[in-house]
C-alpha cells in the first residue's frame, strides 16, 4: 500500500512543484530592491518600515 502512495502521488507531486514559476502579477508599479549581497534579503524585508508602517504583521 505504501509502494503505492508513493508512486501514485507522491512522486508526481514533486514533479509538479518543481516545475512551477514565480511570477510578478503587479508589473506597473514593481518594486526592485538592490544591496549588499552578503545580507540575508527575508529578514531585511521583515525589518523594513514605508511611512512608518512594519511591512510585516506579526500575529501571535
Known amino acids: 500500500m505504501m509502494c503505492f502512495l508513493y508512486t501514485m502521488f507522491i512522486i508526481?507531486?514533486?514533479?509538479?512543484?518543481?516545475?512551477?514559476?514565480?511570477?510578478n502579477l503587479d508589473l506597473q508599479s514593481k518594486v526592485v530592491?538592490?544591496?549588499?549581497?552578503r545580507i540575508m534579503f527575508g529578514f531585511s524585508v521583515v525589518g523594513h518600515k514605508d511611512n512608518n508602517n512594519s511591512w510585516c504583521q506579526h500575529y501571535y
Open 33 to 37: 530592491y538592490q544591496g549588499n549581497s
Open 12 to 23: 508526481p507531486f514533486f514533479f509538479v512543484v518543481g516545475n512551477v514559476l514565480c511570477f
